[in-house]
């Protein structure tokens, strides 16, 4: 099985070709396709037709799944498979609308953040020809990489609150659908998870490529640990600029058959909430358990 891997004019978002993800995989290809991931922490296949268990099949090539902690919008039948839609059947939410129109990684308020995720789209939303809904990368390894040495010796050892009620303070004022059906299903899920604060290092180490990753959320961090606020509100807003520089982004747009994986260790995501119904959008996320703790 022959692969090729066409770079993009970014750190991140390769697209890996010459592969059907729903057929066999032999051992060879698929470590080609892992170590794409590793390097790159972004890639993507086009033209894939993924059922459910297809994905999960896939998906567990990799190791162990997490389930989304908010399991009303996991698949029914398939609960590994995320739901992200705006599609509402019968007056309720069928996946989560507005998952993620911020800067983050996945699952962050969680002791041991996952490896990575893997997203298929099933419907895209198109106005005059054009798909809506991109999704924005940003790759946290670049961003390190380009630090002054002096920044990076400031950060080395330095970790930082993450906060669940900053971010539900920060998603009332900037989400824009907070008050349609949708939003508030999503918002009042979020509240169920309850306040808390977990500590995270502002630098990881991945795993497997060895790379320095910067590690933070747009929105979410309250404070860093031995700084006092003054300083550590600066230095966030300098670490929140710094990591989405152009030179470090890739947008991708969406098609129909399209799989994207990312690295939640190297990287940071944002979803583009330009369109709403009848423009309808469905999208099956599975998640990759971090087995190796970075």
């Not at 983050?104 to 997203?119: A, F, K, Q, V």
């Not at 002054?148 to 004022?173: I, P, Q």
């Not at 969406?254 to 583009?272: F, I």
């Amino acid at each position: 099985m022959a692969i090729e891997i066409v770079e993009a004019d970014a750190p991140l978002g390769h697209e890996i070709r010459g592969i059907d993800l729903a057929g066999e995989i032999d051992p060879a290809s698929f470590a080609e396709i892992e170590a794409a991931y590793d390097r790159y922490g972004v890639v993507v296949f086009r033209g894939q037709a993924l059922s459910p268990e297809r994905q999960i099949a896939f998906s567990r090539r990799f190791g162990p799944l997490d389930r989304y902690v908010l399991e009303r919008y996991n698949h029914r039948d398939w609960p590994e498979v995320f739901v992200i839609s705006n599609i509402v059947e019968k007056g309720e939410p069928i996946g989560m609308a507005d998952a993620g129109r911020y800067w983050h990684t996945d699952m962050w308020l969680t002791r041991n953040p996952p490896r990575g995720s893997i997203l298929h789209a099933l419907e895209v939303p198109v106005r005059d020809g054009e798909p809506l809904g991109d999704t924005w990368f940003a790759s946290t390894a670049a961003a390190y990489d380009a630090l002054s040495d002096e920044m990076k010796r400031r950060l080395d050892g330095l970790t930082a609150v993450f906060s669940t009620d900053r971010y539900l303070a920060f998603r009332a004022r900037t989400n824009k659908d907070i008050d349609k059906p949708s939003g508030r299903a999503s918002q009042t899920a979020l509240q169920q998870l309850g306040s808390g604060d977990i500590e995270h290092p502002l630098v990881r180490v991945h795993p497997r490529s060895g790379r320095r990753c910067l590690y933070l959320c747009e929105g979410v961090i309250s404070r860093v640990v031995g700084l006092d606020q003054a300083a550590s509100d600066e230095l966030v807003a300098f670490l929140e600029r710094h990591v989405v520089r152009p030179e470090f982004v890739y947008r991708h747009r969406w098609q129909v058959g399209d799989v994207v994986m990312w690295d939640n260790r190297s990287c940071l995501h944002k979803a583009t909430g330009d369109f709403e119904l009848p423009l309808r959008r469905l999208m099956h996320r599975t998640t990759l358990a971090n087995a190796a703790a970075a």
